[in-house]
C-alpha cells in the first residue's frame, strides 16, 4: 500500500538516501558522476529539513517495505506570489515507470502553491525531460537549451 503525506523532519535522513539512490542509479545514464557527487552536497538531510521551511514537500510511502519511495516539493518562485516552482522530484528506481511519479505531480498541482500561481516552473534534468513533457510542462520561454546547471527550465501555465 502506498500512501502520501506531508514531509517530516524526521524524514530527512530517509528523503537524502532516496536522492542520491535515484541519482546514482537513474541520473547517472545522463550525467557525470562527478556532477552528480557537487550536486548532491546540497542535497543532504540537513538541506531538506531548511527547505521544508520555505516549500510543502510531501513523500510518498511503501507501507509494504516500510520505505519513502517518493519525494517532491512546491513553493514560491523567488518569493512571488503568482508564480511557483517544483523542486527535487524524485521517484527510486525500483519504482519509475509505475505511474507514481504521475502521481506525485497531480498531488503537487492541487497544492495551495500551485492553485494560487499563474505560472509553474521546474527546472528539469535531462532524465526528466521527457516526463515532464508529458505532464504538461514545456519550455520556458521556447528555450530547449540546458543552463549553466545542466537542466532545461520548464514552465505551465494555470
Known amino acids: 500500500m502506498i500512501i502520501y503525506r506531508a514531509f517530516k523532519n524526521s524524514d530527512a535522513q530517509e528523503v537524502a538516501n532516496l536522492v542520491k539512490e535515484t541519482m546514482l542509479t537513474t541520473n547517472i545514464k545522463d ?13 543532504t538531510a540537513q538541506a531538506f529539513v531548511e527547505k521544508a521551511k520555505y516549500f510543502h514537500c510531501y513523500v510518498f510511502i511503501d507501507y509494504t517495505v516500510n520505505k519513502i519511495i517518493v519525494v517532491g516539493s512546491i513553493g514560491a518562485y523567488w518569493g512571488k506570489k503568482d508564480e511557483s516552482s517544483l523542486f527535487n522530484i524524485f521517484v527510486s528506481p525500483n ?56 537542466l532545461y527550465r520548464l514552465e505551465k501555465f494555470n
Open 95 to 150: 519504482y519509475q515507470g509505475q505511474g507514481i511519479g504521475k502521481r506525485l505531480i497531480q498531488l503537487l498541482e492541487q497544492d495551495e502553491y500551485f492553485k494560487r500561481a499563474k505560472r509553474i516552473e521546474i527546472p528539469a534534468s535531462i532524465t526528466g525531460l521527457g516526463f515532464y513533457q508529458k505532464m504538461g510542462y514545456s519550455f520556458k520561454n521556447e528555450n530547449d537549451t540546458l543552463d549553466n546547471e545542466q
Open 31 to 43: 550525467y557525470s558522476k562527478e556532477y552528480l557527487e557537487s550536486d548532491l552536497k546540497n542535497l
